[in-house]
């Protein structure tokens, strides 16, 4: 199958012990390539290096993660400063995240609001965390015209409006391998109502490792199953919604 893993995060820890053998594995499942999404200052620098392993097969992204309260905001131009190498394909992930955030929020939302418009700036989509949010994030996104660079819902969990409003705003979805999971029965049911031009797989490895990996590290290569999933919801061969979720990613991020 051709497959693209649209949200990992293998320049993370995790994956400093084995980072090559990784990638071995992502080739030999077929994938196409990766974005890799770096969450905090400083880890652009490893990003880089990351990329760097493999030019023109994973892909970057950038941005200051919703949940970090304690660090110092960024400035749209510290954004632009980090996102303008063409290494990186686009700004996230960045948005609001209402479970482990509480109370005043302002801050999450001027945050969100920021790194849009260095998006728009650049000419870059924008990899939205909306987690227990995504009504609120949807606004936001559609007060400052998101849709016109793009947008993706990552790791999607919303309800079908939120699905749809998504869709009617410009953006795209992208599932998880939460998608394989016994309790996500609502979820499958969403995808399943969903355009699969309009949708990408993802793993956010490492963590959240479908079915039949549940409870190890996740990875690239695992991505093959919530592309199965997927095409078992729409009622297609796996390798059509494989091809499919990838040909949306090439263009989403423009690769």
Known sequence: MRLFDSHSHINGPEFDADR??????MHEAGLEGAMVVACDYGEEEKLFDVLDM???YLFGAWALHPEYKERRECTVDEIIAICRDPRIRAVGETGLDYHWCKGDL?????????????????????????REAESDALDILSAHDAGSVG????CFGGTLDDARRTLDLGGLLSFTGVLTFKSARGLRDI??????????????CPYMAPVPYRG?????????????????LKGVDPEEAAAVTTD?????FKL
């Not at 920021?114 to 870059?124: D, S």
């Not at 947008?151 to 990552?154: A, C, K, R």
């Not at 190890?216 to 078992?232: N, Q």
């Open 106 to 130: 302002a801050w999450q939302k001027n945050r969100f609001a920021r790194h849009i418009e260095a998006a728009k700036i650049l000419g870059k989509p924008v990899i939205v965390h909306a």
């Open 191 to 204: 995808a399943a109502q969903l355009p699969l031009d309009r949708m990408m797989v993802e793993t956010d």
């Open 151 to 154: 947008f993706v819902m990552h």
């Open 54 to 56: 493999a030019p023109g």
């Open 216 to 232: 190890k590290r996740c990875e690239p290569a695992f991505v093959t199953e919530t592309a199965k999933m997927l095409a078992l």
């Open 20 to 25: 090559p053998e990784v990638l071995a594995r």
């Open 248 to 252: 949306t990613a090439r263009r989403f």
